[in-house]
């Protein structure tokens, strides 16, 4: 574990658990928001939120997928509206109507997306829309003077005068901070910034990250590594599930509780599943399939994975820590860059999608609408999709065999509304997983790979899917099963590989393993287990 | 998500909201109007067993432009695009035609069968380089295909030698101008090209196959579609498609300019293919749609003519109601007319049809339609005289 966090910087130490005493005053936040709530049709995406940002110092929003933060920070930077709340920038009242009002008033956002013109010089880039006029036109030479200065005030060693797109995405995302430094921005927001950065490069962003927190600028920083978190922020919000968990000192707050916060502990309420995880070995010597040191560079480190028939393996971690990597590896949607893969024993090489269905694979992503569904089709057409490619284009499905077929399992699966012959993309995030996987059940699969299955679905077809899932292992299915809610991975799984960051870090057995043991594990990256 | 509200249960009555049905009333507008402004329009005789009149011209000339289109079709369905395919046909009568001219005998049908064959194996072989760089180069379609596209009649003045090339041969003559049970050859080859791919596509399962690629490629590729071999198999097929046009329309004029035989017929046949209502964004398409599409355009050149519009206004006239029709596919205008049903985000107005293939909720087609959609083409096809086909 890093050491932690220095001293708050910068205008003194501000608390908010006023436990200690301090000797400096706390400063008043730069930034105060209160009671932010955000309604989509039928989701309260944030419920009375609050977030305070001191200047000077670095402040992590922390959460699972779909805690609130990105909603949150767009609610800050005026790109979306929010139906209650009020924020306040050095105590005045804003409301924020678009990003650009925002701007205005001194907060700068990098997005994870670098947001430049590629096309354009650094210079360009840094001074865009606001560049310094001579007689009715750009005043090239102070546009440039005015880039060396701000580059050298982040002591970043580049040619103001090259292409942006040239330069790797780090050192794009450092000229987006150095944009924001040239508006003199007041709070920087920094949104997942360090999510394709290499170690290096990461360095060199906090270096930058520091430098500016030193001058007084509050920065909002997101991110899933708990690791940088925990290097660079001074102070941390948690979200879940669009509530404002607690706010803390990052030097007060043990990962352990960190983790337990973003996960949090509601018991579950779901109906008790038909069959318990399983705590003896498995009978069969040979798993159906087995991964050694399988991995992919930049995504997931060599892993070793084995899955036996008629068992649940779950895939814990946070999001980020590498489960949905390793998942495609097993598929072959993406291709492994070291290891092998056996099923029955037999060595086998997935470099497509194809090759793994052919051996039985079946695989539901995490992106049901991009990588899931296919919109323009039938319910009909999307179930019989993945047989129908199996069987290749000349030998159609007959049509009452799919017909029967795609009723059989529409019913098994209690797929509403039960019409063949509606547009899948008008059907509900639950019924659409149902969908993609009766396309999967339908071609017979010995592996079935879920993919966070349960993902943004109402906790009625939520609890079908789990009991479904726990059924199929019954009858020998085997299973691998991935899921942010740890719950539902404790529920069902057989047997549970904890990643972290990028690569597996434990593997215990599902009879045995508690949330506080699996929760730990994640914390500590098993180094304590 | 809310649970869904909506059921797009296939409808037999008349769906206002599919832009097919939007086709087919304008192309009847256009014959009515036909009709009362030239009595003389429909009027078909009989001459040598063979049917003459405008219904039959229209027929005639739009079949080089709806052949190409229906390869088209495909291709615009996997999201992608061919602009070579009048380069193709430029290329595939320069081949045929310096072999005509170079061979000892000319007249010979065997000659022609040896013109013909050639042709039609060259075209392929451009097929397979445009499905070769879109498919496994990853090359962007629009990009890929222009390049073929600009050069392309420059490799059909290469093999033409810059020069006009006319040949008599009455073999291959016969595919430009010959008849076939009274119709044009032209017209009963291109209704046959329409019914082996209606057939081809919705027979088997290639058609959903092509509409899941479309729609989603890396949905359609994690599912087991060979996404690959199917986005190059329909740029092989337009590129036929174009070749067969181009030993047309050569034919049917007994001459082989490399530089004007075929000059725009892409963006005819793209527009062919938007009129019927087939999204540029890829994904559901419609052959009746492109049928309906391809004799618009002819129909309105044919009726710009005989009413005696000047040629340098025809094209005006042509904007003006392709306009026209577009908005009436509008979504938003549909909506206002028609009863609603789809849940309509991002309504886009194809006046500008999309050039790229972002926007995935612009969908014009019904499962209804699309289901009994290709057979039923060709319907009471309209009329009128004069030759402006695609030689223009």
Request: overall charge neutral.
């Amino acid at each position: 574990m890093p050491a932690p966090p220095p001293a708050t910087t910068g205008g003194g130490a501000p608390l908010l658990l006023e436990t200690h005493a301090m000797s400096t005053p706390a400063p008043s936040p730069v930034v105060e928001m209160s009671g932010i709530t955000i309604e989509f049709p039928g989701v309260r995406a944030l419920d009375g939120v609050g977030l305070r940002l001191f200047p000077g110092e670095v402040h992590a929003l922390m959460g699972e997928n779909g805690a609130g933060k990105s909603t949150l920070i767009k609610a800050l930077t005026g790109v979306y509206r929010y139906d209650a709340g009020t924020v306040t920038v050095d105590g005045v009242p804003q409301r924020f109507g678009t990003p650009a009002e925002a701007q205005g008033a001194g907060i700068s956002t990098v997005y994870q997306e670098v947001n430049l013109c590629p096309n354009l010089t650094v210079t360009e880039n840094i001074v865009l829309g606001r560049e310094p006029r001579r007689r009715g036109s750009i005043d090239r030479r102070a546009s440039r003077e005015r880039a060396r200065r701000v580059l050298g005030e982040l002591h970043l060693d580049l040619d103001p005068g090259s292409v942006l797109g040239r330069h790797p995405i780090a050192v794009q995302q450092l000229v987006a901070i150095a944009r924001a430094v040239d508006t003199d921005a007041k709070v920087l927001v920094l949104d997942e910034p360090t999510s394709s950065l290499d170690a290096g490069e990461v360095a060199e962003l906090f270096r930058v990250v520091r430098a500016l927190r030193d001058r007084g600028v509050a920065v909002l920083f997101v991110s899933h590594f708990l690791d940088q978190v925990y290097e660079i922020s001074d102070r941390m919000t948690v979200l879940r599930n669009g509530r404002l968990v607690a706010e803390h000192r990052t030097a007060e707050l043990s990962r352990l509780q960190l983790v337990q916060e973003m996960i949090g502990r509601e018991l579950s309420t779901l109906e008790h599943l038909d069959r318990e995880p399983s705590a003896d070995t498995p009978t069969d010597a040979v798993p159906r399939l087995r991964a050694r040191r399988l991995g992919r560079t930049g995504a997931i480190a060599p892993t070793d994975l084995d899955v036996h028939a008629g068992r649940v393996t779950g895939l814990a971690g946070l999001l980020g820590s590498g489960r949905t990597e390793l998942t495609r590896l097993l598929f072959g949607a993406d291709r492994a860059t070291s290891g092998s893969l056996e099923v029955d024993g037999r060595p086998v090489r997935l470099r497509t999608p194809r090759a793994a269905i052919a051996e039985g694979i079946a695989f539901c992503s995490e992106d049901r609408k991009g990588e899931g569904v296919v919109g323009d089709l039938t319910v009909r057409d999307n179930v019989l999709l993945a047989l129908q490619a199996r069987r290749g284009w000349l030998r159609r499905i007959p049509r009452k065999q799919g017909d029967e077929l795609v009723a059989k399992y529409m019913q098994a699966l209690d797929v509403r509304p039960a019409d063949p012959d509606a547009l899948i993309r008008n059907l509900s995030g639950g019924n659409q997983q149902k969908v993609l996987l009766a396309r999967w059940l339908l071609t017979e699969p010995r592996l079935l790979l879920l993919d966070e299955p349960t993902r943004g679905i109402d906790i009625g077809a939520k609890a079908q899917i789990q009991a479904l899932v726990s059924q199929l292992a019954a009858e020998g299915m085997s299973v691998v099963f991935v899921s942010a809610e740890l719950e539902e991975v404790l529920r069902i799984s057989d047997r549970i590989t904890v990643l972290r960051d990028h690569r597996a870090v434990a593997d215990v057995p599902g009879s045995t393993a508690t949330l506080d043991s699996v929760v730990d594990l994640i914390a500590s990256g098993g180094d304590r287990a | 998500m809310p649970e869904t509200p909506t059921t797009p249960r296939a409808r037999r009555m008349v769906d206002l909201s599919s832009p097919v049905v939007w086709a087919a009333a304008a192309l009847l507008a256009l014959l009515l109007f036909n009709a009362v402004v030239n009595p003389g329009f429909f009027a078909v005789r009989i001459q040598d067993g063979h049917l003459f009149g405008s219904p039959v011209d229209v027929l005639k000339n739009a079949a080089p432009t709806l052949l190409i289109a229906v390869g088209m079709t495909l291709v615009i369905a996997t999201r992608g695009i061919d602009l070579s395919v009048g380069a193709v046909l430029a290329i595939s009568g320069a081949v045929s035609f310096t072999i005509i001219d170079g061979s000892s005998d000319p007249s010979s049908p065997a000659t022609a069968a040896i013109a013909i064959g050639t042709a039609l194996a060259v075209g392929l072989v451009l097929g397979v380089w445009n499905g070769f760089l879109v498919s496994v180069v990853g090359i962007q379609p629009i990009i890929a295909t222009l390049v073929l596209m600009t050069a392309g009649r420059g490799l059909a003045m290469l093999v033409t030698d810059g020069q006009i090339i006319t040949a008599e041969s009455p073999a291959f003559t016969w595919l430009g101008r010959g008849y076939v049970l009274g119709l044009p050859a032209q017209v009963v080859l291109t209704l046959l090209v329409l019914l082996v791919v209606a057939a081809l596509t919705r027979r088997t399962a290639l058609g959903t196959l092509i509409e899941a690629v479309g729609t989603n490629p890396e949905a359609a590729r994690l599912a087991g579609v060979r996404s690959r071999s199917i986005t190059w198999t329909v740029y092989v097929f337009v590129a036929f498609t174009a070749a067969v046009a181009g030993l047309m329309t050569n034919a049917n004029v007994s001459a082989a300019d490399a530089n004007r035989a075929g000059l725009f017929i892409e963006l005819d046949a793209i527009l062919a293919v938007v009129i019927g209502g087939t999204s540029l964004a890829g994904g559901r398409y419609s052959l009746t749609g492109t049928v309906l599409g391809a004799l618009i355009l002819q129909a309105l050149t044919t009726t710009t003519l005989t009413m005696g519009v000047p040629d340098e206004y025809v094209r005006l006239f042509k904007a003006v109601v392709i306009i026209a029709v577009f908005l009436l596919q509008a979504p938003r205008i549909r909506a206002a007319l028609g009863r609603r049903r789809r849940g309509a985000r991002g309504v886009t107005s194809p006046d500008v049809p999309p050039t790229d293939a972002a926007a995935d909720d612009v969908r014009p087609l019904t499962p209804a339609q699309a289901a009994n959609s290709p057979t039923t083409a060709m319907p009471d096809a309209a009329p009128s005289p004069t030759d402006q086909g695609v030689l223009r």
